[in-house]
């Protein structure tokens, strides 16, 4: 596969054991650790794929109050507790979500 195709290569998914279903994914879904979803969203943004990623982030009170949630994205933040946890993938700032995600490592390894 390479990054200048004209469209999107259809990828199949196979179903069922009674016989081969087969489906083409037009929208992605990922979850999982931020950096695997920094990528599906880099694999998809070059086709304009709907790239829909689900964010785990530290929350706190669970109302947006707090902003210990706060995505930033490029039409502005956000908080996962409240108006998340599915956003664009092609709309997350990634380099400063993953600095965020990193803040409090340290004191997970000290445990």
């Known amino acids: 596969m ?36 920094k990528f599906v969203a880099a694999t998809t943004k070059p086709f304009n794929a709907p790239t829909t990623v689900s964010l785990n982030t530290i929350m706190i009170d669970g109302t947006g109050m707090c902003g210990g949630c706060r995505v930033p994205l490029a039409d502005g933040a956000q908080f996962v507790c409240v108006d998340g946890p ?26």
């Open 2 to 37: 390479t990054a200048h195709t004209e469209e999107m290569p259809r990828y199949r998914s196979v179903e069922g054991n009674a016989g081969i279903k087969e489906r083409e994914h037009r929208a992605y879904l990922a979850i999982g650790p931020a950096i695997m979803m």
């Open 86 to 111: 599915e956003f664009d993938g092609h709309k997350v700032d990634w380099s400063s979500l993953m600095s965020r995600l990193s803040f409090y490592k340290e004191k997970k390894r000290s445990r």
